[in-house]
T-cell receptor, first 115, second 111 residues
Framework: DGGITQSPKYLFRKEGQNVTLSCEQNLNHDAMYWYRQDPGQGLRLIYYSQIVNDFQKGDIAEGYSVSREKKESFPLTVTSAQKNPTAFYLC??????????????FGPGTRLTVL | RKEVEQDPGPFNVPEGATVAFNCTYSNSASQSFFWYRQDCRKEPKLLMSVYSSGNEDGRFTAQLNRASQYISLLIRDSKLSDSATYLCVVNPYTGGFKTIFGAGTRLFVKA
């Protein structure tokens, strides 16, 4: 079955540590996205990539980094510079390169908790 | 003013009831609109797109009012399984990619 996978489902991190969240899709979609969701707030865009080897900052990119070396993979690194990283992280993809009418498909998410 | 605003609820309704949610958006140039459903601790899933002429999918009806800058979602004959958070999504299409998610409206359908 085609879809988006994220791992791990739950992640615990000590302060000062970098962690990398995995996102893989086998939908052959061009664009991929990372969002963060906090209680009572809408999803906020961290980074997005419309094509391999290219990515753009979203609204809250500070303290995060990404890479897009392969079409199917878009890992997110949460660095120690991110002051409040505890959140639900969602990866998404679109078939096209993110035009206004594209439907976004989401992975199951990773819950990151900083201890 | 937030770019996309929703009443957070919760809306508590009995099975079989009709319930409606509204979502207002601030950018009058917004081009496309969606409703997503998100179950507790799960990922959002597309419920339906919202077209200018309005659209219906079974018990669900979505409408767009450009003059007043809001979209609505109507659920008829509510089922227990409709209990979820409903997210309003707006694409302003300002030339680059940008999607604005509302914070969601929680619905509880009770027997």
């Amino acid at each position: 079955d085609g879809g988006i996978t994220q791992s791990p489902k739950y992640l615990f991190r000590k302060e000062g540590q970098n962690v990398t969240l995995s996102c893989e899709q086998n939908l052959n979609h061009d664009a991929m996205y990372w969002y963060r969701q906090d209680p009572g707030q809408g999803l906020r865009l961290i980074y997005y990539s419309q094509i391999v080897n290219d990515f753009q900052k979203g609204d809250i990119a500070e303290g995060y980094s990404v890479s897009r070396e392969k079409k199917e993979s878009f890992p997110l690194t949460v660095t120690s510079a991110q002051k409040n990283p505890t959140a639900f992280y969602l990866c998404a993809s679109t078939k096209g390169r993110g035009s206004g009418t594209d439907t976004q498909y989401f992975g199951p998410g990773t819950r990151l908790t900083v201890l | 003013r937030k770019e996309v605003e929703q009443d957070p609820g919760p809306f508590n309704v009995p099975e079989g009831a009709t319930v409606a949610f509204n979502c207002t958006y601030s950018n009058s140039a917004s081009q496309s609109f969606f409703w997503y459903r998100q179950d507790c601790r799960k990922e959002p899933k597309l419920l339906m797109s919202v077209y200018s002429s309005g659209n219906e999918d079974g018990r669900f009806t979505a409408q767009l009012n450009r003059a007043s800058q809001y979209i609505s979602l109507l659920i008829r004959d509510s089922k227990l399984s409709d209990s979820a958070t409903y997210l309003c999504v707006v694409n302003p299409y300002t030339g680059g990619f940008k999607t604005i998610f509302g914070a969601g409206t929680r619905l509880f359908v009770k027997a």
